[in-house]
């Protein structure tokens, strides 16, 4: 006799995907309240783009994060596939710095030195992968900042881009790396940005592009 319940139906096995792992986050700076603040200087590419960092943060970052990070590169993983936004280890000036991948491509790799306020280009060799969750869970150091003056180009990257090449080699002649200097913080918005002004630059640094010396 022939069975009346229906035969089940053979389906093709299911392949399931895996996600893939949630990328490392990167730690927002810690804000610096407003007032007069005697900072360190670690990258002026503009008046619209620079990144300070409080006395209390520099001595970390060479105290105890730099050294970490050079002895956990040496047992590091590289990086297989770069993925943008990630935060992985760069090897830049001899030494390695954490870094966000902020742009991914076939052909080009850019990455943003968050305790040093620097965008590279880097190649995938450069790259090694952040296993210890404590490096990855320090804030970055890098304050980003832009001078009140200024304070409408800071979020257009193709204004920054061009204020880069034509203030970067009168910026390279007013600023020393890690040089310290005393700002005033005038605001912090949302997003970290924070507009200040720097006393010893006023009547040098002027709108209209160029040093007034």
Not at 57 to 68: C, F, K
Not at 76 to 96: A, E, H, K
Not at 109 to 126: F, P, Y
Request: charged share 15%; with cysteine.
């Amino acid at each position: 006799a022939k069975s009346v319940v229906p035969e089940r139906e053979t389906c093709p096995p299911t392949k399931f995907l895996v996600p893939p792992p949630p990328l490392p986050p990167v730690s927002s700076p810690l804000p610096l309240t407003p007032g007069l603040h005697t900072v360190f200087l670690l990258s002026a590419d503009s008046p619209a783009s620079l990144s300070i960092c409080s006395m209390s943060q520099y001595s970390m970052l060479i105290t105890t994060m730099l050294p970490t990070i050079q002895s956990l590169a040496t047992t590091s993983y590289p990086v297989s596939v770069p993925v943008q936004d990630s935060l992985v280890l760069v090897s830049y000036g001899d030494m390695w710095h954490r870094a966000k991948l902020v742009m991914v491509s076939t052909n080009h790799i850019l990455a943003r030195l968050v305790d040093l306020g620097h965008t590279i280009t880097v190649t995938q060799d450069m790259l090694r992968q952040i296993a210890q969750p404590a490096v990855r869970s320090w804030p970055a150091v890098a304050v980003p900042c832009v001078m009140a003056e200024w304070v409408g180009m800071a979020r257009d990257r193709e204004m920054l881009d061009t204020m880069r090449n034509t203030w970067g080699t009168d910026m390279g002649k007013l600023v020393s790396e890690f040089q310290q200097v005393e700002v005033r913080v005038l605001s912090v918005d949302d997003a970290g940005l924070h507009v200040v002004h720097v006393p010893a630059w006023e009547g040098i640094v002027k709108r209209g592009g160029g040093l007034q010396f």
